[in-house]
């Protein structure tokens, strides 16, 4: 039961079936647990022409969200695929897509936010209902304007979960090399709260806040005086816009800033946070294509 966190009725059973080996009962007890859900689906706004793709995969007995991903595009051929692939086949198509020139990023973000909102809120979303539960929440996020929805939901053990199909590596890790521009140097940063500020969930790109470089290497103390983040040896608020915001876990949001060309800051701060806005940019075209409820 520390080894796995399962219960005790979990681990009898392990035990039983590995006829009392503890060994090979905790190498097995992951193809018992049968607590995750991946619910995949697709969308369709007729009267945008938008097209979507969304998985999500909920651990229903620590009541989590282990993946949420989504891609919104103009791009007809990405509703043309099935929802009842595998899930990291479909998640897999979801960054494909993403990278695709008709894809929108800063409405795909705003999705995801949404529906990590709406999933943390909504506990009963846990239960067997949980695809019925889903498309009643984007019916809600996208009223008054119709949508097409296609839900189908993957029932898998923790093992299923936890195990790639051979050969593939890590989608995240393979996304997240594709978006980071690796011409560039990255910092470490501290993003400055205000009390009296915006909330984090609500940060949009072109959002101009308080930094400070908290990155120890050589490179970062001189690259800080150079842009007039360190003063006297001191590393000092500086301002920064705001490049990317996306959820890095259900209570911590990691946000991209650019100082300058070939200088991008990168730092996590908790949901909730107020962060000093000191310009913000008018809100853009695709805000006003859904009246956000």
């Not at 500020?197 to 940060?203: H, M, N, Q």
């Not at 360190?230 to 301002?239: A, F, S």
């Not at 310009?279 to 853009?284: F, G, H, V």
Request: net charge negative; hydrophobic share 40%; proline share 4%.
């Amino acid at each position: 039961m520390e080894e796995t966190n399962c219960e005790q009725g979990e681990a009898e059973l392990a035990l039983e079936l590995a006829e009392n080996d503890l060994e090979k009962a905790i190498k097995t007890i992951g193809s018992i647990l049968k607590q995750i859900f991946a619910i995949k689906g697709k969308l369709f706004l007729p009267s945008k022409n938008l097209y979507g793709l969304f998985l999500i995969v909920l651990n229903t007995k620590s009541q989590s969200v282990s993946r949420l991903h989504t891609v919104v595009s103009y791009n007809p051929n990405l509703y043309e695929n099935s929802a009842a692939m595998d899930w990291y086949a479909f998640e897999k198509l979801i960054f494909y897509y993403r990278l695709d020139e008709g894809s929108l990023p800063d409405f795909t973000q705003e999705i995801e936010q949404k529906l990590n909102n709406s999933i943390f809120s909504n506990k009963e979303i846990y239960s067997q209902n949980n695809a019925q539960n889903i498309q009643s929440i984007l019916m809600n996020f996208f009223s008054p304007e119709k949508i097409e929805l296609s839900v189908i939901t993957e029932e898998l053990n923790l093992a299923q979960f936890r195990q790639l199909p051979h050969g593939e590596p890590d989608t995240n890790s393979k996304v997240v090399s594709q978006e980071k521009d690796t011409s560039a140097v990255w910092l470490q940063v501290d993003i400055q709260k205000d009390e009296g500020g915006k909330d984090v969930s609500r940060l949009s790109e072109g959002d101009v806040v308080l930094t400070k470089i908290s990155d120890s290497r050589d490179i970062a103390h001189y690259l800080a005086n150079l842009i007039g983040g360190r003063r006297d040896g001191v590393m000092i608020p500086l301002p920064a816009a705001v490049k990317k915001v996306s959820m890095e876990s259900l209570d911590l949001y990691k946000i991209q800033v650019f100082y300058a060309p070939g200088i991008v800051g990168e730092g996590s701060i908790d949901r909730g946070a107020k962060i000093k806005i000191i310009e913000s940019k008018i809100d853009p075209w695709w805000k006003k294509i859904i009246p956000w409820g």
